[in-house]
């Protein structure tokens, strides 16, 4: 019988949030079970294991993080979509550390039929619109993207910009400016 409160749902809440507490690769379901004060056998009623409870974080986490850049391009095109995309992936990467890590969780094919992963796609190829890239310019502009914004955001969490004078934000904002200019002059465009 499931104890009173713990239902799938809340269980990738709180795993959610603990996650960003203590890390998404320190996230275990022996630690999840304590923080319900429970065992950790009464969750696998609604999880399978520990795979399918990262998988569950990491696609609420593609949700929640493909709604934030949805609205952050509402309404925008160019260079200030560009901006706004970017922003929305650091923002989010800031203020939820362990669910951005979850992003990056490699998902079964089920997980990923079930999760916004294409959304991500999707919004990166709007964005990439105004620069009128043809294929096989846009893929590889989205690998651009994805790379920069994970690069950027891997080195600034672990630290990795602290040891320079110049301020991240100023080096931020130069980068968006060099990438822009990068996508609206893409060689070889055909």
Request: glycine share 6%; no cysteine.
């Amino acid at each position: 019988m499931a104890r009173a409160g713990i239902t799938a749902t809340r269980l990738v809440e709180v795993a959610s949030e603990m996650a960003d507490d203590i890390g998404f690769d320190n996230l275990t379901v022996l630690a999840l079970a304590r923080s319900f004060g429970v065992k950790d056998a009464s969750l696998y009623s609604h999880i399978k294991n520990l795979r399918d409870l990262r998988q569950r974080v990491a696609v609420a986490s593609l949700a929640e993080l493909a709604d934030r850049v949805a609205d952050a391009l509402a309404g925008r095109a160019g260079k200030d979509a560009l901006v706004a995309f970017a922003g929305a992936y650091r923002d989010y990467a800031r203020e939820h550390p362990g669910r951005y890590a979850a992003t990056n969780f490699e998902l079964d094919s089920d997980a990923v039929a079930k999760s916004d992963a294409h959304r991500h796609s999707q919004m990166s190829r709007a964005v990439l619109r105004a620069y009128d890239l043809g294929e096989p310019a846009e893929t590889d502009a989205v690998r651009l993207l994805g790379s920069f914004f994970h690069g950027f955001i891997a080195l600034e969490s672990a630290g990795g910009f602290s040891h320079t004078p110049r301020p991240t934000e100023e080096s931020w904002v130069q980068m968006l400016d060099v990438l822009h200019h990068a996508l609206a002059n893409w060689p070889n465009n055909t």
